[in-house]
Nanobody, 125 residues
């Protein structure tokens, strides 16, 4: 059974940084796609960043390009999201997601088969 456990959320002032981590377990091999999604109150879930299953290609939502960095440790089966220069618009519950296969856009939530429980990120002005 695949499990994803996030940690690292919290509260920060605008301009600050946070680092989210996710421990991934249950895949028989480490060839799977990973990403981060977020959901703000009253809004739909949106993709934030993703890595190809080989880790050579990164994808970012326009809203976070240049500020967020996704990375992955294959030995530890973890992925991280470094978030810098945070703004109140980044306030949301952040989800770690993973999937063995993906046929469509990484931005489509239905492409991801495994989700973490979510971690709250709050940015105050």
């Amino acid at each position: 059974q695949v499990q994803l456990v996030e940690c690292g959320g919290g509260s920060v002032q605008a301009g600050g940084s946070l680092r989210l981590s996710c421990i991934i377990s249950g895949f028989t091999h480490n060839t799977y796609y990973v990403a981060w999604f977020r959901q703000a109150p009253g809004q739909e879930r949106e993709g934030v960043a993703s890595l190809s299953n080989g880790g050579r290609t990164t994808y970012y939502a326009d809203a976070v390009k240049g500020r967020f960095t996704i990375s992955r440790d294959y030995d530890k089966n973890t992925q991280t999201l470094q978030m810098n220069d945070l703004t109140p618009d980044d306030t949301a519950v952040y989800y770690c997601v993973a999937s063995r296969t993906r046929s469509g856009s990484w931005l489509d939530p239905t492409q991801w088969s495994a989700w973490g429980q979510g971690t709250q990120v709050t940015v105050s002005s």
